[in-house]
């Protein structure tokens, strides 16, 4: 069971340094990246046991099990996740110093190095410190390690951007409280609430994954067209071929009304249709249920046998965002995606207001779906909408 459970910890851990390092144009040095790593685990080691000495004193913890959900939220947004986040940053400094750290992708590679090296210790407690059935904590610390990537990347960027302008700039703080709230947040959907809530991070997971591939992409294509002695009539056209699906620069210049008003008639009606869309999934979703024999009353987090019905839900609901999105592109004749995320945001804020007042468990769910919502419906406007 040893052999097994660290198999588990440095076989993913591995195979995803090495993706990171292999997709970097200029492949930097093997050895400093390992050591980035390695550094990753001891400063992670030495948050992870602040962070249990803490929760020792304190008599807090991030399960809510444990501490409760208002306490468990405040121990990882308030401590755990910024001493996590931190320590990452220690780990990359030594590689941000020096002479091989010149341009943000580098950012990217060393900060995704500290997080795995941070993910790979935490692994192992994790697995270590837990016995009986090890399927669940398997699953968990399988999900929590493309999210130690994803947020670190975001900051590494940052840095990456700051040492290339050789001035510090704004990048990196707000991406590093990006970080923190971002993965904060995940963490507790993975490690912080039943085994039934893995269901809501896995649309997080697929949206940190799309929003990767693009920004990896986007990333290279720039690190390539930088050097100029590299640009030949063969990459450019390479680079066009890549170009060929949306970027994220496509879907910000889609977001933007330049060239006439902003439809405010079809905001408004871009809510009703949104709230509507919601309710239609859900529905959709509870009558699916009752033909095929599920049985949505047995629900409960802390059982993982009820994640099918969950999951049944959560993909109703999000069903109903891209549909919306393509509806209101395509009823308004709208070039833009402006109308229809504004409607989306108002119509989640609605939600969750409500949710706020009636039902703060779900509200948990509810935040964590949000952004993934958002960009189902901004996706479906994408396909609707007319070209300008």
């Known amino acids: ?33 390992l050591g980035t790593a390695v550094l990753g685990v001891v400063f992670g080691g030495v948050a992870l046991w602040l962070r249990a000495r803490a929760a020792a004193f304190t008599h807090l913890d991030m399960d809510i099990r444990a501490a409760g959900q208002g306490m468990a939220l405040l121990f990882t947004f308030a401590f755990a996740a910024p001493l996590g986040e931190a320590a990452k940053v220690a780990a990359c ?45 398997i699953a968990r610390v399988l999900f929590a390690l493309p999210a130690h990537v994803f947020f670190a990347s975001a900051w590494g960027w940052g840095l990456g951007r700051a040492r290339q302008l050789r001035e510090p700039g704004a990048h990196f703080p707000m991406l590093f409280v990006f970080a923190v709230v971002g993965h904060g947040f995940y963490s507790h959907l993975v490690y912080g609430r039943g085994p039934a809530a893995l269901v809501a991070a896995v649309p997080l997971l697929l949206g940190m994954g799309v929003v990767a591939f693009f920004l990896q992409r986007d990333l290279r294509r720039r690190s390539v ?4 002695s590299r640009i030949t009539a063969l990459s450019i056209a390479s680079l066009e071929a890549l170009s060929r699906p949306p970027s994220l620069r496509a879907f910000r210049e889609a977001l933007k009304n330049r060239d006439r008003p902003i439809g405010w008639r079809w905001v408004a009606f871009g809510v009703f249709i949104h709230l509507g869309g919601m309710v239609l999934g859900i529905t959709m979703a509870i009558v699916f249920g009752h033909f095929v024999h599920v ?31 393509y509806l209101i592109a395509r009823a308004g004749e ?37 952004p993934i919502a958002l960009g189902l419906s901004c996706a479906g406007a994408w396909v609707g909408r007319e070209e300008a």
């Open 295 to 325: 049985d949505f009353s047995i629900i409960d987090e802390r059982d993982a046998s009820t994640a099918g019905p969950v999951a049944l839900l959560v993909a109703g609901l999000l069903t109903g965002f891209p549909l919306s999105g």
């Open 225 to 228: 067209v930088s050097d100029r």
């Open 1 to 33: 069971m040893s052999a097994i459970k660290l198999l588990v910890v440095l076989v993913p851990a591995l195979a995803m340094l090495w993706l990171v390092w292999r997709t970097d144009p200029d492949r930097e040095p093997p050895l400093v990246v």
């Open 334 to 370: 709208l070039p833009t995606l402006f109308e229809a995320a504004v409607g989306s945001t108002l119509a989640l804020a609605f939600t969750l207001t409500v949710l706020g007042f009636f039902a703060p468990v779900a509200l948990v769910f509810a935040l964590a779906l949000a």
């Open 93 to 137: 400094w030594p590689a941000f110093r020096s002479h091989h750290f010149d341009e943000p992708y580098d950012g990217v590679v060393y900060a995704s190095a500290a997080a795995l090296g941070f993910a790979t210790i935490e692994s192992t407690l994790v697995l270590f410190g837990h016995t009986g059935s090890m399927g669940i904590w």
